[in-house]
């Protein structure tokens, strides 16, 4: 009987069961890794454990982690990518199933006991256990991201999570992949107790002292809980007539919209809901294994594991490059726009003290009203209390004059884009600040080491080029140029992942890697915009091969002006190679400078969307119909450009890493993950086959699409840019 339970303690990788006053307490902690994650080898020794404890019959039993900021990252993603066959996966499932399937029908009461991240397959878990306590504290987040990965959840969440809070918020969390806090997520019913960090264990047994009538009052008050737009939604997904059907259609078409059809994983999931509710839920976890085991093998998700891996492996550089610096302090960010009230904004959102200079007061109280405006768009959406928009707010500090620029560790400059602006600022900052000060200058065209020549300490200045909007693009493209000392270099790195951005490092050049080409791409378009091709096919050929937006929208979302004032520096030192077509400048004399302006490529007017403008055409000297361009040549043409200037600037040691590379394009502007990267898509086509292609448009269109000698020396050898395969 439980209450003959000895007191004794079982050590054993990768974890350890005590009992203590007839509790069982199951802690997960895997010596070998710095987060727990449900690998073959963890589940063997937790199978040995749900056996003892079958044995024991405790009166209840805890499961929670020994890691002191996560419970369970989720499944073991490198053991998933090196499956060779569905049928090898299915049998990993299986065994899983069958496990958390037992360990959900132990006679006793079972609470996970959750600090950190529980994710994937550790909130799969928790899902088995009768109940849930969760921490109040930032780092623990409750989610399934397996759609990121191209997969749907593999271990019971797309059965028990319906079950549990419902079909319309557990589509909601499956669908989106969304990370919920403590209090979120037992506002849904996810979670039955919330608690501080040093109270999590007497939680627990708090919730396994809860038996009989009292466990189902708690269970009938969860159900309650749920606001009654998610009760209805619920009662009709589960309906099998015609309100039924609407639910799951409304399902499929908010995933279309959103993914192209480029992700089936979504889709997927919505069908195993869906034929799983009308199933007994071990026949229903045998549909999920057998989806998943379809989806783990196919190329979307070996290409999204693919850039999962090749981003922890940037990011654990950029770890290592930050070590030598100290932590960050007071950061001034000079120029209160759009750009530099987005760096203050997040700076202080992650708790660093700011000083915010711009020209005069007017200024710089719009650049605090932007922030101010974006930590209400947290507080709306629940990411942020009032009382840390306050705090937060408290950290930025307005001023016109450098007064308090002494304390300060580090300047991120982010004023006009002219050489001659800089300078002066540069200059003023240095005679006002430590010697110590690290300047960053967050321009996307000029070489850093211009910036620097007006330095009197070189060493100390470097390039830190943000993406627009700040808050919510996850790049930031650290530029060092030849004096930049090392520990000016860390403390950059430091600063942008202090910042919770992905760093990549390049070398100094104009344009650095991004804006160059990005650059190219942009181009290209508006070359076939000249050749012929219409602006909506062009934008909806380019996002129905998986961007995010069209190049034509893009251009206008960012100013024309300002893509003309990059191209003109980077003609500057790359040549008419790199120059952009004529049709900026007739757009710009007509005063379309994009959405700023109401018209560019596309009409803006008041009501939403947009349409395209067909008067751009008679600025082209269009009298007829032009040819037809082929979808594919359209592809090819912007695509293979930029992989071409991919290749120059690895050439010139501008960018070093593949991984760079691909995390770079992805992450700063929205190369489309499920294809693995451009690197990794130049290597799936065949390096042979596009400079073939390259040589045909260089044949018909000009020199600017002949390949780049370093393509064609790979292509020449038959040699690929992942000589073993992308990192994973």
Same mark, same amino acid.
Not at 401 to 411: H, I, M, Q, T
Not at 518 to 531: C, G
Not at 578 to 605: S, W
């Given at each position: 009987m439980a209450t003959e339970v000895q007191e004794r303690n079982v050590t054993e990788e990768p974890g350890s069961l005590s009992y203590a006053e007839g509790i069982a307490w199951l802690v997960l902690d895997d010596p070998g890794k710095k987060v727990n994650t449900l690998s073959s080898r963890l589940f063997e020794w937790f199978a040995e454990r749900v056996a003892e404890v079958e044995r024991e019959r405790p009166q209840g039993l805890v499961v929670l982690s020994g890691k002191p900021d996560g419970f369970v990252a989720g499944a073991d993603i490198e053991e998933l990518q090196q499956a060779q066959s569905k049928e090898e996966v299915l049998a990993l499932l299986e065994r899983g199933h069958d496990l958390l399937f037992r360990f959900s029908e132990l006679p006793f009461p079972t609470v996970a006991a959750i600090h950190g991240a529980c994710l994937g397959g550790g909130l799969e878990l928790a899902l088995a256990c009768r109940f849930r306590a969760a921490t109040e504290h930032p780092k623990t987040k409750l989610g399934l991201p397996e759609v990121q990965l191209g997969l749907i959840p593999g271990l019971g969440g797309t059965q028990r999570l319906p079950r549990l809070i419902g079909v319309p918020d557990a589509l909601d969390l499956i669908l989106s992949g969304k990370q919920l806090d403590a209090r979120r997520a037992k506002r849904l019913g996810l979670v039955d107790a919330t608690c501080h960090p040093t109270d999590l264990r007497q939680a627990a047994v708090r919730l396994l002292a809860l038996q009989g009538k009292a466990r189902l009052g708690m269970e009938k008050k969860r159900k309650g809980a749920q606001p009654f737009a998610s009760r209805t939604g619920d009662l009709l997904a589960r309906t099998p007539l015609l309100a039924g059907k609407l639910v799951w259609d409304k399902a499929r078409a908010g995933v279309l919209a959103k993914t192209g059809g480029h992700y089936p994983a979504p889709l997927v999931a919505i069908d195993i809901v869906r034929e799983g509710l009308a199933l007994p839920l071990r026949r229903a976890l045998d549909l999920e294994a057998g989806a998943?085991?379809?989806?783990?093998?196919?190329?979307?998700?070996?290409?999204?594991?693919? =850039?999962?891996?090749?981003?922890?492996?940037? @990011?654990?550089?950029?770890?290592?490059?930050?070590? *030598?610096?100290? @932590?960050?302090?007071?950061?001034?960010?000079?120029?209160?726009?759009?750009?530099?009230?987005?760096?203050?904004?997040? +700076?202080?959102?992650?708790?660093v003290p700011v000083i915010l200079k711009d020209k005069d007061l007017p200024s710089v109280a719009r650049g605090l009203k932007s922030a101010a405006e974006r930590f209400n768009e947290l507080k709306k959406r629940r990411r942020m209390k009032e009382p840390d928009v306050k705090l937060a707010m408290a950290r930025l500090h307005g001023t016109d =004059? !450098?007064?308090?620029?002494?304390?300060?560790? +580090?300047?991120i400059e982010a004023v006009f884009e002219d050489l001659g602006v800089k300078h002066r600022v540069l200059q003023e900052t240095e005679a006002a600040a430590s010697p110590r000060l690290v300047f960053a200058s967050n321009t996307s065209t000029?070489?850093?080491?211009?910036?620097?020549?007006?330095?009197?300490?070189?060493?100390?200045?470097? *390039?830190?080029?943000?993406?627009?909007? =700040?808050a919510r693009m996850p790049l930031v493209e650290v530029i060092r140029q030849p004096r930049t000392s090392p520990e000016a270099l860390a403390t950059v790195v430091a600063a942008g992942r202090k910042m919770g951005k992905t760093v990549i490092v390049v070398n100094d050049g104009p344009g650095f890697f991004t804006s160059r080409v990005?650059?190219? !791409?942009?181009? @290209?378009?508006?070359?076939?915009?000249?050749?012929?091709?219409?602006?909506?096919?062009?934008?909806? =050929?380019?996002?129905?091969?998986?961007?995010?937006?069209g190049p034509f929208a893009l251009m206008d979302e960012v100013g024309l002006d300002i893509g003309r004032h990059v191209a003109e520096i980077l003609v500057q030192s790359l040549g008419e190679?790199?120059?952009? $077509?004529?049709?900026?400048?007739?757009?710009?004399?007509? *005063?379309?400078?994009?959405?700023?302006?109401?018209?560019?490529? !596309?009409? !803006?007017? @008041?009501?939403? *969307?947009?349409?395209?403008?067909d008067s751009v055409y008679r600025l082209l000297g269009w009298q007829e119909a032009p040819r037809p361009i082929p979808d594919r040549e359209i592809v090819e043409r912007c695509v293979f450009q930029m992989l071409n200037?991919?290749?120059?600037?690895?050439?010139?040691?501008?960018?070093?890493? $593949?991984?760079?590379?691909?995390?770079?394009?992805?992450?700063?502007f929205g190369f489309p993950p499920f294809r693995g990267g451009l690197l990794r898509e130049a290597d799936r086509q065949g390096l042979g086959s596009i400079v073939e292609r390259l040589d045909g448009y260089a044949a018909r269109h000009g020199e600017r699409l002949a390949p780049a000698p370093l393509l064609r020396e790979k292509a020449r050898k038959g040699e690929v840019f992942y000589p073993r395969g992308p990192r994973g």
């Open positions: 998943f085991s379809e989806l783990v093998v196919s190329d979307t998700a070996k290409n999204l594991m693919t =850039v999962f891996f090749l981003k922890n492996e940037v @990011e654990a550089r950029a770890a290592r490059l930050a070590r *030598g610096a100290g @932590e960050i302090g007071t950061v001034a960010v000079l120029g209160a726009g759009f750009m530099g009230s987005g760096v203050a904004q997040v +700076l202080a959102e992650k708790g =004059v !450098y007064e308090g620029f002494g304390r300060a560790d +580090l300047a000029i070489p850093i080491a211009r910036i620097a020549e007006a330095s009197r300490r070189p060493e100390n200045v470097v *390039g830190m080029h943000f993406f627009s909007p =700040v990005l650059a190219l !791409y942009l181009n @290209e378009a508006a070359y076939l915009l000249m050749d012929g091709a219409r602006i909506d096919q062009v934008d909806a =050929v380019l996002t129905r091969w998986g961007w995010p937006v190679r790199v120059a952009a $077509p004529p049709i900026f400048e007739r757009l710009i004399a007509d *005063g379309r400078l994009g959405r700023k302006a109401g018209r560019g490529f !596309y009409l !803006y007017g @008041e009501e939403k *969307g947009k349409k395209v403008d200037e991919t290749a120059r600037c690895l050439a010139e040691g501008i960018i070093t890493d $593949p991984a760079d590379v691909d995390v770079g394009v992805i992450f700063g």
